[in-house]
């Protein structure tokens, strides 16, 4: 509860209203229009400071709006720094990271060795609700060359680290470039406390196998657009 407002009333009418008054009817009627017209200014000034005080005003603990809607005309602002909370009815943070390159997509092996990799394409999005985050990218080459490199293919840069949870995050994807006998279907992965999606395949018959090094003949052309879901 308010205990003031933040601006002070007028104690005393305006030095107008005081002033003696003039003899005649004429001007009578021009004090009384002058005293109107100040009434009329402490009046404006006065809706003034309740607005601005309305503007500034701020809510601490809970504030409850038992049935109603709320209907917000410019966003629902969360603070810049997530304010975490044990609660899980509590939604404490969402942000849009859906600027061009909010985080740049770099593609990788677990031992990068003599890689070297052309552009032609790094985008990279985000969307985090609460704890989840959903990543979009697009990775396409110009250039893609390697003979030493080794392990699993890997896309870097994730702009939040992913939870040490099970690794069973997985996202869709569409790819170029990535030659595996008898595998048919490729999906992302982002691994658990990195900032790093590698990529699994799977096909009729055979078991799921990690794509690497030597999936990935030097000398194509890689495309991997996808997305992809986790918890941080």
């Not at 005393?12 to 009329?40: D, F, H, K, N, Y």
């Not at 404490?92 to 390159?101: I, P």
């Not at 985080?103 to 052309?118: C, E, H, K, R, S």
């Amino acid at each position: 509860m308010l205990s003031r407002l933040p601006f002070d009333l007028p104690t005393s009418p305006p030095a107008i209203l005081t002033r003696a008054r003039p003899a005649g009817a004429a001007q009578r009627i021009l004090q009384l229009e002058e005293q109107v017209t100040a009434l009329a200014e402490e009046n404006r000034r006065l809706m003034e400071a309740i607005a601005a005080w309305y503007e500034r005003i701020n809510v601490e603990g809970a504030l409850e709006i038992a049935d109603a809607s709320i209907r917000v005309a410019r966003g629902l602002q969360f603070p810049a720094t997530q304010v975490a909370s044990t609660d899980v009815n509590n939604l404490d943070d969402y942000e849009e990271g859906h600027a061009t390159n909010s985080w740049t997509p770099v593609g990788t092996f677990a031992t990068p060795g003599d890689l070297a990799i052309g552009y032609a394409a790094q985008i990279g999005t985000y969307t985090k609700i609460g704890d989840r985050v959903l990543v979009d990218f697009q990775l396409v080459t110009s250039s893609f060359t390697h003979t030493t490199a080794a392990g699993n293919l890997r896309i870097t840069g994730l702009p939040f680290t992913v939870k040490n949870l099970d690794s069973g995050w997985i996202g869709a994807l569409w790819w170029q470039g990535i030659t595996k006998a008898n595998y048919t279907n490729v999906v992302c992965n982002p691994r658990p406390n990195t900032t790093y999606i590698e990529f699994y395949a799977s096909g009729s018959g055979v078991g799921g196998a990690a794509v690497t090094a030597a999936d990935m003949p030097t000398g194509g052309s890689l495309i991997l657009k996808g997305q992809a879901l986790f918890v941080i």
